[in-house]
T-cell receptor, first 113, second 116 residues
Framework: EAGVAQSPRYKIIEKRQSVAFWCNPI?????LYWYQQILGQGPKLLIQ????????DSQLPKDRFSAERLKGVDSTLKIQPAKLEDSAVYLC???????????FGPGTRLLVL | AQKITQTQPGMFVQEKEAVTLDCTYD???????LFWYKQPSSGEMIFLIY??????QNATEGRYSLNFQKARKSANLVISASQLGDSAMYFC?????????????FGTGTSLTVIP
């Protein structure tokens, strides 16, 4: 069974530019999560999808971050415009219905200069 | 207040010895879940073990066991017979609530180094 896929693995941009990350969850997993992990900290949940609907985005900075999961499968997370403090690893995770375990992708390391 | 507290920034253990990584949590919700994840230098989060708030027995998965003390709100991870490959960051996490849209919280992590 293929794991959670994310791309790109690394991205370097200048502040005020925009960037997008892509995630493809494990096949059949209805729930998808995006996390932000700043260096030296634990992951922070940004947004949670159930199929193609948002169930929680209370921690998403909506003035610059957006996310979608249009067909209930893969998802994109966008930052526009980026700030220096957005430098972090962005982790995507998925979970099957009725199960507890989230499975994580390898992450996208973003550096904003 | 922090939802998850890991007070050990770094730990060292001799190969083949056991080690305990501490985790305390804070919630008033009667239904919650506790998780431990391992994050090697490659960056991927690897699920290790899960304990539900209503589970009567401590969870075990191979060399990993979770010492769940509900009254003290602690969920320590015990790794037995440490191996060199266990060197990594370890994160304790909590799922609060049992409904869709429940929140997940991670601690700040403990860096474990296994010494040959």
């Amino acid at each position: 069974e293929a794991g959670v896929a994310q791309s790109p693995r690394y991205k370097i941009i200048e502040k005020r530019q925009s960037v997008a990350f892509w995630c493809n969850p494990i096949s059949g997993h209805a729930t998808l999560y995006w996390y932000q992990q700043i260096l030296g900290q634990g992951p922070k949940l940004l947004i949670q999808f159930q199929n193609n609907g948002v169930v929680d985005d209370s921690q998403l900075p909506k003035d610059r971050f957006s996310a979608e999961r249009l067909k209930g499968v893969d998802s994109t997370l966008k930052i526009q415009p980026a700030k220096l403090e957005d430098s972090a690893v962005y982790l995507c995770a998925s979970r099957a219905g009725g199960q507890e375990t989230q499975y994580f992708g390898p992450g996208t390391r973003l550096l904003v200069l | 207040a922090q939802k998850i507290t890991q007070t050990q920034p770094g730990m060292f253990v001799q190969e083949k010895e056991a080690v305990t990584l501490d985790c305390t949590y804070d919630t008033s919700d009667p239904s919650y879940g506790l998780f431990w994840y391992k994050q090697p230098s490659s960056g991927e989060m690897i699920f290790l073990i899960y304990q539900g708030s209503y589970d009567q027995q401590n969870a075990t998965e191979g060399r990993y066991s979770l010492n769940f003390q509900k009254a003290r709100k602690s969920a320590n991870l015990v790794i037995s017979a440490s191996q060199l490959g266990d060197s990594a960051m370890y994160f304790c996490a909590m799922r609060e609530g049992n409904r869709a849209g429940n929140q997940f919280y991670f601690g700040t992590g403990t860096s474990l180094t296994v010494i040959p």
